[in-house]
Structure formats: structure tokens, C-alpha cells
């Protein structure tokens, strides 16, 4: 039997934030998606203190996250009351946090299980125990307190029912969700039809194209084409003409674009961070990575490195590079090669390679 394969590609070291991989024991690093974005690293300071009369405290002290927002116990920053004479129009209302809630949405666990007929929840132990449906109903319950909740209920196990268990032969490993409105729709990096490119995104179709597009335009003359027979690279324009960032035709051929986070609040990454849905990924990871039929594993990124010890079965290809996120990209991911060797790996075997 084969020994498994290891190949660690660049330095692991950069922005590991998106769409677009964390471990179970992931800092709360922001997405890539939301690096551009300026953060308020500061913590709160106190108003100088008056002499005289000593100041009055009203309640426990807060702790204070890393962006400087108040925490409630479970760890979740919330928004502090308007400041005394503003406006009550000008003011956001207070959501609970997690902890206070009653309890989960009742409406997310009813009915039939949504990855019925997948096969996922006869393979993984955590599906089969319905952890997904209990993660569910948590990010459902805070959607229902009125906050705005990415990808849509219908989109959170899009991933899992696009790429059936039986039909995973390469699985690409994200983050959390898009967290920006019209995003984010179930698949790790992936944009729906007709929505702009991610930056992260669009340094993964530039690595396809010099990866083999340029190999694929020497054989066929055609700038930006490929070689129609060429048994390991497929048919891919060049970045600038890239019709759609869905990546559905992935998923069709048995590429799992799985996230290790399923949902994110609205322009806040991370922010589902520990609401079960890490569980539920690693057990989908150990199960993958236990079974004896080759599957090639991409892990982009330090959080998603540490998923490679979950690889346990010989027979499996895991590939790392950095993350795609303009911030890491220079770093390790442009130039890896992952989807020729991917596809070189595959063809060795027999199997049909994936049409990038």
C-alpha cells in the first residue's frame, strides 16, 4: 500500500482569514474577504477621572474583545447602548448574545434532515447525531433576532448535498462564509452567478490559468486556451474573462468546497466562530480522511493546515499552500501548481481529471 502523501508548498505563514479553513482551535482572525477593512484594534480607555466625588460604577466590570467591543459570557462582542443624550432613533438596539437566548429555533430542527439521501449522515458520527441541525438552529435563532445571517438557510449545507460522500475526490477546505450581502451561497470561495470576484477568488482563477491555462495556450497556440486533448488540463479562459465565480461545476465533478465555519453574521468574519460548526467539520474531515478510496485534500492556509492530521489513510494526496488571500497569495500560493498536480495525481490513477 501507497504511503500518503504530505506536500507542504511555501511557507504557512500569512493572512489566514476567508472564504473562503480554520482548525477547531482557529483564532478569531478576520476573513480575507474583510482584511481591507479597518479595525479598531485599541482597547477602550477610561475617561480621565474627575477629582472630588469618587466616580459611581453601575454593574460588573465588561471584558472587552480584541476589536474593543463589550463581550457577553459566551464570548460574543455586543453592541453598547447609545451614548446618554443621543438620539433613541440614532441608537441600535441590543441583540443578546447567544447565551441569552431561550434556547434554538424549534423550526430549524422540524422536518426532514436536509443532507437525507447524500450518504453524509450514514458515514459521520457527528452528522448522524444531528450536530449539524443543532449549529443550525443556533445561527437560525439569531437570524430570527433580526440579525442578518450569510448564506441563506437554503445555502447552508450546499456544499454537502452538491458533492454527495460518494462522489468526493478533492476537497477544498475555507473558512467562514462571504460576509458580505449577495456573497456568499454554500460553496467555500464561491460567488453566485453575476456577483463581482472575491479578491481571494480571483487570485484562485489567476493560479488555474498559469497553472494550466499557459501550459494548455503552448500546446494550442490559442492565447489564454487549452489543449482539447490534453488528458490533464481542461478548458479555462483567462482571469479577465472569467464569466462566473460559481463554482458549482467544481462541486458537479467531486470537488467538496467545504468551510469550516457554515454561517458568519453580515460584516463581521468570524463571528460564528464556536457555534458548533467546528465539530461537525472535523468529523467530516475525519471521516474523509479515514476511507480507503484516494481523495486529494488542498489546505490553504495555517488553519487549514491543521486539518492534515485528520488524513489518516495512506491512499490520500494532501497538498498545502498559503492562503489565496491577497494578503498571503505572494507567498505560497501562486505557483503551488495544485490543480495540474491535482489532476496528475488523478489521471495516474485512472480517474478523469477535474475540468478547472
Not at 199 to 223: M, T, Y
Request: glycine content about 12%.
Amino acid at each position: 500500500m501507497a504511503r500518503r502523501r504530505i506536500l507542504v508548498d511555501g511557507p504557512a505563514r500569512g493572512a489566514e482569514p476567508g472564504g473562503d479553513a480554520r482548525s477547531a482551535a482557529a483564532s478569531a482572525a478576520p476573513s480575507p474577504e474583510a482584511a481591507s477593512s479597518p479595525m479598531n484594534d485599541a482597547q477602550p480607555q477610561a475617561a480621565p477621572r474627575r477629582r472630588g466625588r469618587p466616580r459611581k460604577v453601575d454593574g460588573p466590570a465588561a471584558t472587552v474583545s480584541p476589536g474593543g467591543m463589550p463581550m457577553g459570557a459566551s464570548g460574543f462582542a455586543r453592541r453598547a447602548p447609545g451614548a446618554a443624550g443621543g438620539s433613541a432613533a440614532s441608537r441600535a438596539p441590543v441583540i443578546p448574545d447567544a447565551a441569552a437566548l431561550a434556547g434554538p429555533d424549534p423550526a430549524a430542527l422540524a422536518g426532514p434532515d436536509p443532507l437525507a439521501g447524500t450518504g453524509w449522515t450514514g458515514h459521520v458520527p457527528e452528522l448522524a447525531a444531528r450536530k449539524h441541525l443543532d449549529a443550525l438552529a443556533k445561527a437560525e435563532t439569531l437570524r430570527a433576532q433580526g440579525r442578518t445571517i450569510y448564506p441563506a438557510r437554503a445555502d447552508v449545507f450546499r456544499a454537502l448535498c452538491a458533492t454527495p460522500w460518494d462522489a468526493v475526490r478533492v476537497v477544498i477546505l475555507g473558512q467562514d462564509p462571504y460576509h458580505g450581502p449577495g456573497q456568499a451561497h454554500g460553496l467555500a470561495f464561491s460567488v453566485a452567478d453575476g456577483v463581482p470576484l472575491p479578491r481571494s477568488l480571483r487570485n484562485i482563477f489567476k493560479e488555474v490559468a498559469a497553472d494550466c491555462g499557459e501550459q494548455a495556450a503552448a500546446a494550442s497556440g490559442v492565447a489564454g486556451g487549452t489543449h482539447a486533448g490534453s488528458p490533464l488540463l481542461a478548458p479555462f479562459a483567462i482571469p479577465s474573462s472569467v464569466p462566473s465565480g460559481n463554482l458549482s461545476r467544481w462541486a458537479a465533478q467531486g470537488v467538496l468546497l467545504l468551510n469550516t465555519v457554515l454561517t458568519v453574521e453580515e460584516r463581521q468574519p468570524n463571528s460564528h466562530a464556536g457555534l458548533g460548526w467546528e465539530v461537525v467539520t472535523r468529523g467530516i474531515m475525519a471521516a474523509l480522511g479515514a476511507r480507503p478510496q484516494p481523495c486529494a485534500f488542498l489546505l490553504w492556509g495555517r488553519p487549514a493546515h491543521g486539518f492534515a492530521e485528520l488524513v489518516t489513510h495512506p491512499a490520500h494526496l494532501v497538498l498545502t499552500a498559503a492562503h489565496p488571500s491577497p494578503l498571503s497569495a505572494s507567498r505560497g500560493f501562486f505557483g503551488c501548481g495544485h490543480f495540474s498536480r491535482v489532476n496528475a495525481w488523478l489521471a495516474a490513477r485512472g480517474d478523469v481529471p477535474i475540468r478547472w
